[in-house]
């Protein structure tokens, strides 16, 4: 990157963070120390760090980590009894965070409803109770189908406190993608509403699950949320009716006591091809991990109000639910999407809600810069003291942007790198380390985060190579669902000893690490290799462009070529001028190798339900070959956009 430190903490938010208390509690003079000693000791770590956060067990656990079975399987809270809702729910009673707002939601139509842990409590449990009753037990799968509503948090500690498996479900879904996990994870019971909102039209989500159920063997009962007031057609012996269910239900039962490595959440991530793959994460893992990187790196308090934009169907949803009710703190629950029924929706949210926190993925900020900063300007953000960031590398132009007219460049941006298969990070941002625009503070203590060479050699400063863990986590997956050998074969193959993520990843002579996309989305040009994000930076520089695909194409002569599918940002031309004023911009920063052999415009690119870009589906529909799986698809309208620039159409 070429800028220096844009940003410092002062000598307050250092003292006052979580992180320099949690170190002042153990000895630990500095972040790099930290990281040092939970590397070489990780049992030492976690077990800190549980009693830190408060996690809590029916039964202590015996021994933190067992390798016993190699680092792949690697054992955690060994002997212990848990269950997700002590540390989230049961903490928090005859305290005063009983009181306290846990849930403020806003829907696309300005409606606003808010719980307070008491609340979320009693609903919690009159649902558990509910399920009870329907025989779900411990082990049984449950698919949530629903949009980020108050009942969704509700539906999610139900069934972990009944030890049931909640099977996440973007709520975008068509049948076909639902029929996919549920059959795969043999699911008992689904949750849905009649319907969402989603920029205007009302969205239908029971019609979808009548679909599924038809077509899934196991599923026995739909469970369904009135949330437009209007009557549901509800088929006797299998839907129920979630008020008439829970309205008879005891405000309070006991969570089931499962043992530590009981699996929590089965979160399908899309594959290149075949089925999705089942991510595995527990009652001990995920609000360990989960919880450590939200109050450790990211600072979140229990004053803090946290607004992240999302979907339960993405890993985030489940995410923030989890670490803002172990922390204490309240959570802005948000239908919709951040620029609909106004472009400043995002920021105004913010005001009106006072979020202290706000969390984005680069794309959204992308799509939000053709509004113009006068939009942002609109709006009081002062009650901000950090914002997040995951998803994807950022561009310097979105960082910058964001950072200047968002953060006012008083606030953190906090980029957090990881994904669903680890359970949260392993490099990020913390509140008392410097900024260097789409920099990270460096690894995350406990995961042995390393970046390597094609041998599976550590790299020196300033060069690319692939992340990897040196060291299993506590968050990280416990396998895929019924499918160990592509567990092995797709994390553990690659380096003998060592999770590999599918990361380029590097770090400066200061220290700060980078991310720098998928290393399976690398291009090699004439022998060189870089990643498409370096080249769709330099194409959204020129402020011409505001989203960008690079991908390679077959070239006769270099074997592979760069071909950019853009969407012209508002008011420009796509015409040939435009072209070659792109090609021209990525020839002067990567040399003529690198000049695109074709640049294809379109008004929308083919992204996931987490708003990352689909370049393997962009490059499938350049070619003219099957896209491979689109379930986690979250505009299909794009794809046609992508085969007519190409002239690919039927």
């Not at 719980?115 to 009693?122: G, I, S």
């Not at 309070?252 to 399908?268: F, K, Q, T």
């Not at 999407?337 to 949210?349: A, N, Q, V, Y």
């Not at 011409?544 to 760069?562: C, F, L, M, N, R």
Request: with cysteine; glycine share 10%.
């Amino acid at each position: 990157m070429n800028q220096g430190i844009v940003w410092r903490p002062d000598a307050e938010t250092v003292g006052r963070s979580n992180l320099r208390r949690f170190m002042d509690r153990h000895g630990i003079a500095d972040y790099e120390a930290l990281v040092k000693r939970a590397d070489a000791d990780p049992e030492w770590f976690w077990d800190a760090t549980i009693r830190f956060l408060d996690i809590r067990f029916v039964t202590p656990y015996e021994k933190v980590r067992d390798l016993s079975k190699g680092a792949p399987w690697a054992e955690w809270c060994v002997g212990g009894t848990t269950n997700l809702t002590l540390s989230t729910l049961d903490k928090h009673r005859g305290t005063p965070t009983e009181a306290k707002v846990a849930i403020r939601w806003e829907g696309e139509t300005g409606t606003v409803r808010q719980w307070t842990y008491a609340e979320l409590d009693r609903e919690t449990c009159r649902l558990a109770a509910g399920l009870k009753g329907l025989g779900i037990r411990p082990g049984d799968a449950i698919g949530i189908f629903m949009p980020m509503l108050p009942e969704t948090v509700a539906a999610f500690y139900a069934a972990a406190r009944v030890g049931a498996i909640t099977v996440p479900l973007f709520s975008g879904f068509g049948p076909e993608a639902i029929i996919a996990r549920l059959t795969d994870a043999e699911a008992k019971l689904a949750i849905t509403v009649d319907a969402s909102r989603r920029r205007g039209q009302v969205v239908p989500m029971k019609a979808t699950m009548d679909q599924v159920a038809e077509r899934v063997p196991t599923l026995k009962h739909v469970l369904v949320l009135n949330t437009m007031g209007e009557p549901v057609a509800l088929r006797p012996g299998r839907d129920l009716d979630w008020h008439e269910l829970a309205a008879r239900q005891p405000d309070r039962i006991e969570a089931e006591a499962v043992p530590s490595e009981h699996p929590l959440l089965l979160v399908y991530t899309s594959g290149t091809t075949g089925r999705p793959k089942g991510t595995v994460l527990t009652h001990c893992g995920l609000p360990t991990k989960i919880s450590a990187d939200f109050q450790l790196n990211l600072d979140v308090r229990p004053d803090d109000r946290f607004l992240w934009i999302t979907d339960f169907g993405w890993v985030v949803g489940p995410a923030l639910f989890v670490s803002a009710t172990v922390a204490g703190a309240s959570m802005v629950l948000v239908e919709g999407g951040p620029d609909f029924p106004d472009t400043g929706r995002m920021w105004r949210l913010v005001q009106e809600h006072k979020a202290t926190y706000l969390g984005v993925a680069p794309t959204s900020v992308r799509t939000l810069m053709r509004y113009g900063a006068e939009t942002v300007a609109k709006y009081d953000l002062s009650s901000l003291r950090g914002t997040a960031s995951t998803g994807e590398p950022w561009t310097e132009e979105a960082w910058l942007w964001f950072f200047e007219h968002v953060c006012r460049r008083r606030v953190p941006i906090i980029n957090w790198s990881g994904g669903t298969e680890i359970g949260g990070g392993i490099i990020c941002g913390t509140m008392i380390h410097p900024l260097k625009p789409c920099s990270f503070a460096g690894p995350m203590p406990a995961m042995g985060a390393d970046i390597v060479d094609e041998q599976g050699a550590s790299v020196g400063p300033n060069q690319v190579g692939e992340l990897v863990l040196r060291t299993p986590s506590i968050g990280l997956a416990r396998g895929l669902w019924k499918d160990p050998e592509r567990y092995i074969e797709t994390y553990w193959s690659m380096f003998p000893g060592l999770w590999r993520h599918g990361d380029w990843a590097s770090r400066d002579g200061d220290g700060m690490w980078y991310i720098h996309g998928r290393s399976d989305d690398t291009l090699k040009i004439s022998g060189k290799r870089t990643g498409p994000a370096e080249i769709e930076g330099i194409v959204m520089a020129t402020g011409k462009v505001s989203e960008a695909a690079a991908i390679g194409i077959p070239d006769a002569i270099k074997g592979e070529a760069v071909a950019c599918v853009c969407v012209p940002a508002p008011g420009i031309a796509a015409d040939e001028t435009l072209r070659q004023e792109l090609a021209e911009a990525v020839t002067r920063g990567f040399g003529r190798s690198f000049r695109p052999q074709r640049i294809l415009f379109v008004a929308d690119l083919p992204k996931t339900r987490s708003l990352k870009i689909m370049r393997r589906v962009v490059k499938a529909l350049v070619l003219g070959k099957p896209p491979g799986d689109l379930s986690a698809l979250s505009n299909p309208e794009a794809l046609d956009e992508v085969k007519r620039a190409a002239g690919q159409t039927d």
